[in-house]
């Protein structure tokens, strides 16, 4: 079980939020807090793995949250939730120990995706993000390394699903496009990251670019 604390000031989207959260058995809400100052108070008397942490809040911000936690709780996961797709407010977050930076117009089932793929000890970046920073990587050519054979074996499945992938599609919709379970996709996914030796979407984006495995 993820024991989460979700730190959000709007209710309505707060309620909303533990909803979709609590719709999966291996989750559960087990604190709310509308500012960073309510979060520190909470997690110093509950058992949290993972902090679901809106960057915007009053008294104590996101950021801030973030680095007071990283400092006196290194063991717990802290991931932004934020309406900011600025390239700026991802780096500073990721800077300072972010395990996540997840946009607030994500899917369910990117959002689910993404807590249990950081309780597992990776970073991850949402799919919208992902694509816009590798777009502007690509446009500064600053990617442009020696690129080495590729030797690893993908089977045609993963090749696909790579592809889609790197055209924003969410597991939900990759698993309705090709008649797949959510777990099967996910199973995929997870398969070219560990081949790849990618730590999330991004870079395994960049992976196939490098290797002309995405069109």
Request: proline share 1%.
């Amino acid at each position: 079980m993820i024991n989460i604390l979700l730190a959000e000031d709007h209710n309505i989207v707060r309620n909303g939020i533990k909803m979709l959260l609590e719709s999966d058995k291996e989750i559960q809400v087990v604190g709310e807090a509308v500012n960073g100052l309510e979060v520190l108070k909470q997690i110093a008397k509950i058992a949290v793995d993972l902090i679901l942490v809106d960057i915007n809040m009053p008294e104590m911000d996101g950021m801030q949250l973030l680095k007071e936690v990283k400092l006196k709780h290194p063991q717990i996961k802290v991931m932004m939730l934020s309406m900011h797709d600025n390239e700026k407010y991802v780096m500073e977050a990721f800077k300072h120990g972010s395990d996540g930076y997840l946009l607030k117009n994500i899917g369910a089932d990117e959002l689910i995706f993404a807590i249990k793929f950081v309780q597992q000890g990776r970073k991850y970046l949402c799919a919208e993000l992902t694509i816009t920073m590798m777009e502007n990587l690509l446009q500064s050519k600053q990617y442009l390394i020696t690129i080495p054979d590729n030797e690893i074996d993908f089977s045609l499945r993963e090749l696909e699903i790579l592809q889609l992938i790197a055209e924003g599609l969410t597991n939900l919709e990759m698993s309705e496009k090709l008649f797949l379970s959510k777990r099967t996709i996910e199973g995929h996914r997870q398969s070219l990251l560990d081949k790849t030796g990618s730590k999330n979407s991004a870079a395994l984006i960049r992976y196939g670019v490098l290797h002309g495995l995405i069109q």
